[in-house]
């Protein structure tokens, strides 16, 4: 069973549309992330959630959206895509918050905005 | 901003050697991660190194921790073409891990 899964794995859209990913963990973890990863492979969180409740919110567009229905789904919605918003998003679980804890990767969904 | 920095960005050896990757980081820590990620892949959790521990080892890796330094190296022993990928630091920092730029190791058979 895959323990963090991500959908879809590849989007490509036009500049201007909405789109959302999905993420789900199986572990139990209390923490769920949002990272996005650049070109140059720069992996920079986004946004984090314990038990739903969003606890790190780094400055990112308000065009992004974090939604955490229950404890094991966090979902990115994203809304009038720009061309800088192409990269991988990855989402990644831990058992509770904090840098002490080893975080757990869904295999990414790559966004390429045209 | 960017807590730890790899070093070499890129490494490139034969089959059958080490590896080493240094990262460095600015301020002081609890504790220090790394990560491999294979091309087109999340990453996957190494090693977790505690600020009290100076050495940890896992199968062929091991990871050493200078806080004086304010630097870890992670050593790949007798390594093997599935190898071949970026590693990453991650350090903590408000809350947060923050991750170095990674180096690109490449093995070649």
């Known amino acids: 069973d895959t323990a963090v899964s991500q959908t879809p794995k590849y989007l490509v859209t036009q500049m201007g549309n909405d789109k959302s990913i999905k993420c789900e963990q199986n572990l139990g973890h209390d923490t769920m992330y949002w990272y996005k990863q650049d070109s140059k492979k720069f992996l920079k969180i986004m946004f984090s959630?314990?038990?739903?409740?969003?606890?790190i919110n780094e400055t990112v567009p308000n065009r992004f959206s974090p939604k955490s229905p229950d404890k094991a789904h966090l979902n990115l919605h994203i809304n009038s895509l720009e061309l800088g918003d192409s990269a991988v998003y990855f989402c990644a679980s831990s058992q509770r918050q904090g840098g002490g804890y080893e975080q757990y990767f869904g295999p990414g969904t790559r966004l390429t905005v045209t | 901003s960017q807590q730890g920095e790899e070093d070499p960005q890129a490494l490139s050896i034969q089959e059958g050697e080490n590896a080493t990757m240094n990262c460095s980081y600015k301020?002081?820590?609890?504790?220090l991660q790394w990560y491999r990620q294979n091309s087109g892949r999340g990453l996957v959790h190494l090693i977790l190194?505690?600020?009290?521990?100076r050495e940890k080892h896992s199968g062929r890796l091991r990871v050493t921790l200078d806080t004086s330094k304010k630097s870890s190296s992670l050593l790949i022993t007798a390594s093997r073409a599935a190898d071949t990928a970026s590693y990453f630091c991650?350090?903590?920092?408000?809350?947060?891990?923050?991750f170095g730029q990674g180096t690109e190791l490449s093995v070649k058979p």
């Open positions: 959630y314990n038990n739903k409740e969003l606890i």
């Open positions: 301020t002081s820590i609890n504790n």
């Open positions: 991650a350090t903590e920092g408000g809350g947060k891990l923050i």
């Open positions: 190194i505690r600020s009290n521990e």
